[in-house]
């Protein structure tokens, strides 16, 4: 725009094609004043990760996959520095939380994410505390966020009819988030925001303390295991998560990953993988 050709306002019905437009795009929250040039963000986050100083260990929890040990988790190569102070203060805060009403009260506190500014409220978990199998997902959407809950739109309720196929209810599993604020628009959370969220699902999985973990799509089963590879490699197989140290004792959970819900809403004919995971873990939890 220049002082000569000033743009003429919009119209109230121009504006609304135009927000319609925006949250048909996804773009469904005001995240700041001005725009920020991400893609120049990304490139001078990967220059300083190149740096010697930029990772650090992020907590003693590490995951060991079925047939190899998995090298330490460490903070990936992207965080940044002031990321990396929010890792080290989230470990010190998800060490300290003795119990899981402990842990979502330092979470309601905890200002070291970005996603909490723009998430309605916090989504923490569902289900059962003493429950013998956990979920993990993702992030929350946009149901979750409102509801305060994980999995609670569509992709929750055909989650809850796979449980109920292994003779299972909703109120006998925990159900989790590796992130649990939802980001905008449901874009995947960025490297920064996962590793800031990290130790305190890797705290609420040890105070649960459940026998076996399914980890719901590959997001949450490259984090928590810390592995490369794609759901698609990875589903099917056991796994094992190293928890706990400190004032919790060490533990191995065994981990099996399956393909998310909302993908299995997209692609139903993917729907008998799952149902061999979920036997699996049905097998397993009857010690068969
Ligand atoms: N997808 C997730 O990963 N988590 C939720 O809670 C809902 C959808």
Redesign the pocket.
């Known amino acids: 725009m220049t002082p000569d050709h000033p743009i003429p306002p919009l119209e109230a019905a121009e504006l609304a094609h135009v927000l319609r437009w925006y949250a048909d795009m996804g773009v469904d929250a005001a995240v700041d004043e001005v725009p920020h040039d991400r893609f120049a963000e990304s490139a001078a986050v990967t220059r300083q990760s190149q740096a010697p100083h930029a990772s650090a260990p992020i907590g003693a929890a590490q995951a060991v996959s079925a047939h190899a040990v998995a090298p330490a988790r460490s903070t990936p190569a992207s965080v940044t520095a002031s990321a990396q102070d929010a890792v080290l203060s989230a470990q010190d805060l998800a060490a300290g939380a003795k119990t899981l009403d402990a842990l979502r009260a330092v979470l309601e506190s905890f200002d070291g994410c970005g996603l909490k500014k723009t998430a309605t409220q916090l ?1 923490f978990a569902d289900g059962n505390p003493q429950a013998k199998l956990m979920f993990v ?5 946009a ?2 966020d409102r509801q305060g ?5 569509r ?2 309720q055909l989650l809850n009819r796979m449980v109920a196929a292994i003779g299972l209810a909703r109120e006998d599993v925990y ?1 989790a ?2 992130v649990p604020w939802r980001p905008p628009g449901n874009r995947t959370p960025t490297p920064q925001e996962t590793a800031i969220c990290l130790p305190f699902v890797l705290r609420q999985i040890a105070l649960v303390n459940p026998d076996i973990v399914m980890c ?2 590959g ?2 089963a490259q984090t928590l295991l810390a592995l490369k590879d794609g759901i698609t490699k990875t589903r099917g197989r056991w796994h094992k998560l190293r928890i706990g140290g400190g004032d919790l004792p060490e533990r191995e959970i065994a981990v099996m990953p399956t393909l ?3 993908y299995l809403l997209r692609t139903p004919a993917h729907k008998r993988l799952a149902w061999q995971d979920f036997r699996a873990v049905a097998k397993a939890l009857s010690g068969a």
């Not at 997902?137 to 959407?141: F, K």
């Not at 809950?149 to 739109?153: D, R």
């Open positions: 989504c997902g993702e992030a929350p959407g149901d979750e809950k994980p999995f609670v739109g992709a929750g159900i988030n590796v719901l799509g997001a949450s998310h819900p909302a």
